[in-house]
């Protein structure tokens, strides 16, 4: 999956990125595609109603889930558009669908805050977060979700997945690592095209 980099908890760079926090977003994503598959299976139904239903509910119950007295940690809405950007601690979060080991179709690029290109970054410094749905592949498969950190280069860095019957999480894991500390202001996000967006958004990456 990684090319031989090492992975580290998504808590090893950004402390509030415990398991409480990944478990109360990527909870409801699981049962948003649980619920979308089951209501959604009709003849009239295919993978883009059922995609773009799984983003719209998606995107309006992470904008709830921000706002609940419930969150764990204090988190910020820092673009409410279909973008949808978050930030827990310097951590700038999205959401998508697709897989971790395939990060072109991610269109991360997209989402690379632009002003990092201002500091310096080891490989090992993850710039880019994101709650990735993976769909089953046979109907074997269950479904689960990533939080995958990427550095600059969209190579993932930090790794954490919801399904605990899947070992592979632990296969690739290596010990924590305390980073150095970076203090950084709350990267500058430029407001996209909304065509744009809904094309992307909901027509390929949950299609």
């Not at 094309?199 to 299609?207: G, I, Q, R, V, Y």
Request: hydrophobic share 35%; with cysteine; proline share 7%.
């Amino acid at each position: 999956m990684n090319d031989g980099n090492k992975l580290h908890p998504p808590s090893a760079f950004e402390p509030q990125l415990t398991d409480e926090v990944l478990r109360y977003f990527a909870t409801p994503m699981l049962e948003i595609y649980h619920d979308v598959h089951e209501v959604l299976n009709s003849e009239n139904d295919d993978n883009y109603t059922r995609g773009t239903t799984i983003f719209g509910r998606t995107y309006e119950q992470f904008k709830k889930l921000i706002a609940s007295d419930d969150c764990p940690v204090k988190v910020h809405l820092k673009d409410g558009t279909f973008r949808f950007v978050f930030q827990v601690g310097y951590a700038q979060i999205g959401f998508c669908k697709g897989s971790s080991t395939d990060p072109k179709s991610l269109k991360l690029r997209k989402y690379t805050p632009t002003n990092y290109d201002l500091f310096q970054f080891d490989d090992n410094q993850p710039v880019i977060w994101k709650f990735i749905l993976n769909e089953p592949k046979t109907d074997e498969d269950e479904a689960f979700v990533e939080f995958v950190g990427f550095n600059l280069a969209t190579v993932p860095v930090a790794y954490w997945r919801s399904n605990d019957n899947l070992d592979g999480n632990k296969l690739h894991l290596v010990d924590p690592i305390t980073p150095e500390s970076v203090e950084l202001n709350a990267p500058f996000i430029e407001d996209p095209d909304e065509d744009d967006l809904l094309d992307e958004d909901l027509n390929t990456k949950f299609k």
